[in-house]
């Protein structure tokens, strides 16, 4: 909702590196998501890191946090056609109810 | 396991109709949610329970009722349809983890 903020598209070529980025205005925000929506599916978690960690890395996706500017960042490596996909950013004060950012339409080029 | 599984995939409404979405998960999570997601807005949190016999509103809820009367299900009604209502209906279900496991989801016009 009001409280995430991403931009609405990205495009890439496939093979170059993907940076999407969020912003969030809660300074309780404990949890940080990333989470996948390929179309005509339901979202699938990517990753997720916790507000007193800056970079979380797994495989070819690298989170980066910066708490003071509350702003996250999820790089994808490598960007491959499978990618193409909504990315949502999401946030929590606990770890049970979220607020999501509008998604970011990321859409792969060859 | 199935996951978490929505019936029906789509459905037409006609406006002042009312209707139920099923919602079911086999993982014996304690945590379920109702969001609809429209296009540009993200998901928007409609109603959630944190166990059976345990429901509580979300930022949307107007217009939706819930229950909650087993742990496996988690049916969202809607009473008097409003062509506000068109969207994508996502539940979800989530255990002991971080993740939330989302159904496929339900297309819901309301003309």
């Known amino acids: 909702g009001e409280d995430v903020e991403q931009s609405l598209f990205l495009s890439v070529r496939e093979g170059d590196s993907s940076v999407i980025n969020c912003t969030y205005t809660d300074s309780s925000s404990t949890y940080l998501y990333w989470y996948k929506q390929e179309p005509g599916a339901g979202l699938q978690l990517l990753t997720y890191?916790?507000?007193?960690?800056d970079m979380k890395q797994d495989q070819r996706l690298t989170v980066l946090l910066n708490k003071k500017d509350k702003h996250l960042s999820l790089r994808i490596a490598d960007t491959q056609t499978g990618d193409s996909a909504i990315y949502f950013c999401a946030e929590s004060s606990n770890d049970y109810k979220l607020s999501f950012g509008a998604g970011t339409t990321v859409t792969v080029r060859a | 396991n199935a996951g978490v599984t929505q019936t029906p995939k789509f459905r037409i409404l006609k406006i002042g109709q009312s209707m139920t979405l099923q919602c079911a998960q086999d993982?014996?999570?304690?945590?379920m949610y109702w969001y609809r997601q429209d296009p540009g807005m993200g998901l928007k949190l409609i109603y959630y329970?944190?166990?059976?016999?345990?429901?509580d509103k979300g930022e949307v809820p107007n217009g939706y009722n819930v229950s909650r009367s087993t742990t496996e299900d988690f049916p969202l009604r809607l009473e008097l349809a409003a062509p506000s209502q068109t969207s994508v209906y996502f539940c979800?279900?989530?255990?002991?983890?971080?993740?939330?496991?989302f159904g496929p989801g339900t297309r819901l016009t309301v003309t």
């Open positions: 979800a279900s989530k255990g002991t983890s971080y993740e939330q496991y």
């Open positions: 329970s944190v166990g059976a016999g345990i429901t």
């Open positions: 993982m014996n999570h304690n945590y």
């Open positions: 890191i916790f507000s007193n960690m």
